[in-house]
């Protein structure tokens, strides 16, 4: 891959080599059709532990696949108001730092 091709998409990821079907992916990871392709549009949604799955699937190493999803994630811009958001939402602590208890 050169520096102007973007890169892949975590669909295209998955199927490239078009090795595998819809029903493999969703056997592999005990989920129905309806839940894979919502996965598959955002793939924030998968746990660490099914995108390690599709990684010794695809036999593709973690990292990469963690980095397109991460990429997808970013380039997301409805997710990123939704990050954004549920930051602001974040008070903290009343009190920072916390005082020290008075012994008696």
């Known amino acids: 891959m050169d520096s102007?091709?973007?890169p892949p998409t975590f669909t295209e990821l998955l199927r490239e080599g078009n090795k595998f079907t819809d029903r493999d992916f969703m056997k592999v990871l005990g989920i129905s059709h309806t839940k894979l392709k919502r996965l598959e549009?955002?793939?924030?949604?998968?746990?660490?532990n099914d995108l390690m799955v599709l990684a010794l699937l695809i036999e593709k190493p973690i990292k990469k696949v963690m980095a397109v999803v991460l990429e997808q994630v970013a380039q997301d811009e409805?997710?990123?108001?939704?990050?954004?958001?549920?930051v602001k939402q974040a008070t903290g602590r009343k009190y920072y730092p916390r005082k020290p208890k008075q012994e008696s």
């Open 78 to 86: 409805q997710a990123a108001q939704e990050r954004e958001e549920a």
């Open 4 to 6: 102007t091709t973007p």
């Open 41 to 48: 549009a955002d793939p924030s949604l998968f746990t660490v």
